[in-house]
């Protein structure tokens, strides 16, 4: 299994982001697929899951203002990033079936 993360950057405060992660050597028809984020001197946390049905969870501190989504037709895993904070500036890893992680990608978000 691979994960390719992309779409991170640099971004002023109040602005948006689009994640993406491609996955291959997997049926991502049928996987979980998850973003965390690691803060410089935080442990790594989960911000969003969704799992095959679509459904999905997030942490308390990004909803209503990230979404994840997925297009299984392209094996690909989004996150929608809105009304971004300097506490979002992480980097961002995707996650599948809870066991394989994804290289990440860096979010940085100025004041």
């Known amino acids: 299994v691979q994960l390719q993360a992309s779409g991170g950057g640099l971004v002023q405060a109040g602005g948006s982001l689009k994640l993406s992660c491609v996955a291959s050597g997997s049926d991502f028809r049928r996987d979980a697929m998850g973003w965390y984020r690691q803060a410089p001197g935080k442990q790594r946390e989960l911000v969003a899951l969704?799992?095959?049905?679509?459904?999905?969870n997030y942490v308390d501190s990004v909803k209503g203002r990230f979404t994840i989504s997925r297009d299984n037709r392209k094996n690909t895993v989004y996150l929608q990033m809105t009304k971004l904070e300097p506490e979002d500036t992480a980097v961002y890893y995707c996650?599948?079936?809870?066991?394989?992680w994804g290289q990440g990608t860096v979010v940085t978000v100025s004041s």
């Open positions: 996650r599948l079936n809870f066991r394989h």
């Open positions: 969704i799992d095959f049905r679509g459904s999905t």
